[in-house]
């Protein structure tokens, strides 16, 4: 079982940075992928972005794309999801989540069975 504990998130001016934490515990393989989506208020959940811990390969939606950036502290087990350049569109509860998806499946939020607790970022104009 895989545990994941977010942090970060918060209010910013469009524009504006902010960086969102995700500490990873549990049992984990070069085939998890750890994954961020967003979900706001009445939408479906949204795929961001991915990263492979075997591969180190990232992946992003074309809507944060050039925009957001994901990283990791080895040391520390710990992903983050660098985001610049925020939009109001960007607002919505922010999620990481673990799982072993297929490369063509990275995107699909069903292919992760742990998740995060959730972080709100809100992007006023």
């Known amino acids: 079982q895989v545990q994941l504990v977010q942090s970060g998130g918060g209010l910013v001016q469009a524009g504006g940075s902010l960086r969102l934490s995700c500490a990873v515990s549990?049992?984990?393989?070069?085939?998890?992928?750890i994954g961020w989506f967003r979900q706001d208020l009445g939408k479906e959940r949204e795929y961001v972005a991915s990263?492979?811990?075997?591969?180190?390969?990232?992946y992003y939606a074309d809507s944060v794309k050039g925009r957001f950036t994901i990283s990791r502290d080895i040391a520390k087990n710990t992903w983050y999801l660098e985001m610049s350049n925020l939009k109001p569109e960007d607002t919505a509860v922010y999620y990481c989540?673990?799982?072993?998806?297929?490369?063509?499946?990275?995107?699909?939020?069903?292919?992760?069975?742990?998740w995060g607790q959730g972080t709100q970022v809100t992007v006023s104009p």
């Open positions: 549990g049992r984990t393989s070069s085939n998890t992928a």
């Open positions: 989540a673990a799982g072993t998806p297929i490369l063509s499946a990275i995107s699909r939020h069903e292919m992760y069975n742990s």
């Open positions: 990263i492979r811990r075997g591969t180190n390969i990232p």
